[in-house]
């Protein structure tokens, strides 16, 4: 797990301040960053495009045509010359190398370096940026970014376009803009560059995190003695759409938990044989899963005499969002998870008096209505799904940046409720729930060996079984 922040400006002036490294040898440890990774790539790279800005993100990019100076073929472009202390210290260094920027911008290279603008893009891009951008996304090149792609706005949004990096080297921390949903596209492989401190040092308190790989923790079954009850009991309300339900229901059975019952009021027929289905809610039931494919029909007995009196763990789903008994549901069940996509996390919004607002809006700032709906309703986990979903709890939110294309299908989300609730029956905490069904389903999807088109509900379900396997 690693930490992300907003920006880095206080953490650079505490380097200034704190440890008397001055703003010159940060500058010089980002370029020496990208100029390792430069010198990894393909041997037969040659020919290096910069395309640095007049402040210092163009700044860094003028120091790595230095540091590359002599071993490849450097075009240095400065559209809008160099205009901060910092650029021009480092144009007048490279100039004592014998090295020119170029007049024009070339129009191909092998290796093309974006450090146009970077982080803190306050307005959108005028026409000679954007003309910029538009010749560098059309080259064939391995394409670096400089700290963030030149225009994404400090909430990850394209303004109005943005630079197409397959890397992105960001300085000396990660930053929120670069895994907001509609910056995904333009970042890359985000590296992290070392700017002269250990990062334990260079990075502060942060209330953001990045999830990786390595924080799944599996519910693996390590008990001798254990029998089904010892993995507890989720039960699904099945709606008008009972196939979500019978997905989230195989997906948690699947992920380990001991019994999964279908609560519904008729008789599912075809269902598969492993799963169970009542009209009552069980008294062994350890976990509730309620909203996908319900409609927004809901049975107020449930509510009232069992999970609001005896405060069932629980998640809730998709339809859920648009009934209004989900108020009384958030403010008085301790153990809740909700896991709306955009659309429904507007509705949800609304449906608890919190604000409106549209999708656009949301998508534009999932880190702050996140971190606005935690700050609402702490006790509760909320799931943002997304590209990169996000986990927001007590107002702490976890990146999940690990999805792929391949959960762009139907019933994608209901298998990710069966496996947060999986994890919520069998006595998991709901964060841990919530963080480790999230990173589940994501990798369900990256070990998907089929074109990734190609992919169903059941086929994600079916990679559950190697989760885990070395």
């Known amino acids: 797990?690693?930490?992300?922040?907003?920006?880095?400006?206080?953490?650079?002036?505490?380097?200034?301040?704190?440890?008397?490294?001055?703003?010159?040898?940060?500058?010089?440890?980002?370029?020496?960053?990208?100029?390792?990774?430069?010198?990894?790539?393909d041997e037969k790279a040659h020919h290096v495009l910069i395309v640095a800005g007049p402040g210092n993100n163009g700044a860094d990019g003028i120091a790595l045509a230095r540091l590359l100076y002599g071993d490849f073929e450097i075009s240095l472009f400065l559209p809008y010359g160099a205009k901060s202390f910092m650029a021009k210290t480092q144009l007048s260094r490279l100039r004592q190398f014998g090295c020119e920027p170029v007049e024009t911008m070339p129009s191909q290279a092998d290796i093309v370096v974006d450090a146009l603008f970077g982080a803190g893009l306050s307005k959108p891009l005028d026409t000679t940026a954007i003309e910029v951008i538009d010749r560098l996304n059309g080259m064939e090149a391995h394409k670096i970014a400089c700290d963030i792609p030149t225009g994404i706005d400090p909430k990850g949004n394209p303004h109005p376009i943005a630079f197409k990096a397959d890397t992105t080297v960001t300085m000396g921390a990660l930053k929120t803009a670069l895994f907001n949903d509609h910056a995904k596209p333009y970042t890359g492989e985000i590296v992290v560059a070392n700017l002269g401190l250990s990062r334990r040092l260079y990075e502060r308190h942060t209330n953001l995190f990045l999830l990786e790989e390595k924080d799944f923790n599996p519910p693996f079954r390590t008990d001798p003695s254990s029998h089904k009850g010892t993995f507890g009991h989720l039960c699904v309300v099945a709606g008008g759409k009972k196939g979500a339900a019978v997905l989230c229901g195989s997906a948690a059975l699947r992920f380990g938990a001991g019994l999964v019952t279908l609560l519904c009021d008729r008789h599912i027929t075809d269902l598969p044989a492993s799963l169970m289905q009542s009209s009552t809610?069980?008294?062994?039931?350890?976990?509730?899963?309620?909203?996908?494919?319900?409609?927004?029909?809901?049975?107020?007995?449930?509510?009232?005499?069992?999970?609001?009196?005896?405060?069932?763990?629980?998640?809730?789903?998709?339809?859920?969002?648009?009934?209004?008994?989900?108020?009384?549901?958030?403010?008085?069940?301790?153990?809740?998870?909700?896991?709306?996509?955009?659309?429904?996390?507007?509705?949800?919004?609304?449906?608890?008096?919190?604000?409106?607002?549209?999708?656009?809006?949301?998508?534009?700032?999932?880190?702050?209505?996140?971190?606005?709906?935690?700050?609402?309703?702490?006790?509760?986990?909320?799931?943002?799904?997304?590209?990169?979903?996000?986990?927001?709890?007590?107002?702490?939110?976890?990146?999940?940046?690990?999805?792929?294309?391949?959960?762009?299908?139907?019933?994608?989300?209901?298998?990710?409720?069966?496996?947060?609730?999986?994890?919520?029956?069998?006595?998991?905490?709901?964060?841990?729930?919530?963080?480790?069904?999230?990173?589940?389903?994501?990798?369900?999807?990256?070990?998907?060996?089929?074109?990734?088109?190609?992919?169903?509900?059941?086929?994600?379900?079916?990679?559950?079984?190697?989760?885990?396997?070395?």
Request: contains cysteine.
């Open 1 to 41: 797990m690693q930490k992300i922040f907003d920006n880095c400006y206080a953490l650079d002036e505490r380097c200034y301040d704190k440890f008397n490294l001055t703003e010159d040898i940060l500058m010089e440890h980002a370029a020496e960053a990208m100029e390792r990774h430069i010198r990894h790539l």
């Open 281 to 470: 809610l069980p008294e062994t039931v350890s976990a509730i899963a309620m909203g996908m494919g319900m409609g927004y029909e809901y049975d107020p007995v449930l509510i009232e005499t069992k999970i609001l009196k005896e405060d069932i763990p629980l998640l809730l789903d998709a339809d859920m969002c648009h009934v209004p008994w989900i108020k009384p549901l958030l403010e008085n069940c301790s153990k809740t998870i909700v896991t709306p996509h955009p659309k429904e996390f507007s509705t949800l919004l609304a449906t608890l008096g919190i604000d409106d607002v549209d999708v656009a809006t949301i998508q534009r700032d999932r880190f702050g209505w996140a971190t606005r709906f935690s700050e609402v309703y702490p006790d509760t986990v909320l799931i943002l799904k997304g590209a990169n979903t996000l986990v927001a709890h007590k107002g702490m939110v976890y990146v999940n940046p690990l999805g792929t294309p391949v959960l762009s299908q139907a019933g994608s989300g209901d298998v990710l409720s069966g496996l947060v609730a999986s994890l919520l029956a069998q006595g998991y905490a709901p964060l841990n729930a919530a963080l480790n069904g999230t990173l589940a389903h994501t990798l369900c999807a990256r070990n998907y060996k089929g074109a990734n088109f190609s992919a169903t509900a059941e086929d994600l379900i079916e990679e559950i079984r190697w989760l885990g396997e070395s």
